[in-house]
C-alpha cells in the first residue's frame, strides 16, 4: 500500500503505509502542489502545483513519464481521471480544463 503528502511545498513524499519507510522523495515541481492523483490502477501517481505544470510519474520505478508544462496560464488547481485510466482533465486557477489523451499526451483539448 502506498501513502503520498506533500512536504516543503514543493517535494511529494511517497510512503510504503505497512512498512512505514519512505519510498522516495519526487523533487520535479518548481512551485508549490497542489493537487495529486493516484491512479485507481495505481500505476501513476500525477501531480499539478504552482509551477503551471502537470507531471505524471511511474508508480513501478518513479520515473518521471511526463511533463506536461504548456497546459496552463497560471497555477493547477485539481485534477480527475476517468474511469478507464485514458483521459485526464487538469483544472488551473486560469479557469480552464484541458482533456489529455494519456496514449498521446501531447494531444490536448482545451474547455
Same mark, same amino acid.
Given at each position: #500500500?502506498? =501513502? ?26 518548481? =512551485? #508549490? ?8 490502477? /495505481? ?5 499539478? =502545483? +504552482? +509551477? ?7 508508480? =513501478? ?5 511526463? /511533463?506536461? +508544462? ?6 493547477? /488547481?485539481?485534477? /480527475? #481521471? ?11 486557477? +486560469?479557469?480552464?480544463?484541458? #482533456? ?12
Amino acid at each position: #500500500m502506498v =501513502g503520498l503528502s506533500k512536504t516543503n511545498l514543493e517535494h511529494l513524499v511517497v510512503y510504503h503505509l505497512e512498512e512505514k519507510v519512505v519510498l522516495i522523495v519526487l523533487k520535479e515541481h518548481q =512551485g #508549490m502542489i497542489n493537487c495529486v492523483l493516484l491512479s485507481q490502477k /495505481r500505476k501513476m501517481i500525477i501531480s499539478g =502545483g +504552482d +509551477d503551471n505544470c502537470v507531471l505524471i510519474h511511474s508508480t =513501478g520505478n518513479f520515473l518521471l513519464l511526463h /511533463r506536461l +508544462d504548456k497546459l496552463h496560464m497560471s497555477d493547477v /488547481r485539481s485534477m /480527475r #481521471m476517468n474511469p478507464f485510466e485514458s483521459y485526464l482533465l487538469p483544472a488551473g486557477h +486560469d479557469k480552464r480544463i484541458n #482533456m489529455i489523451s494519456l496514449n498521446n499526451p501531447e494531444k490536448v483539448i482545451t474547455c
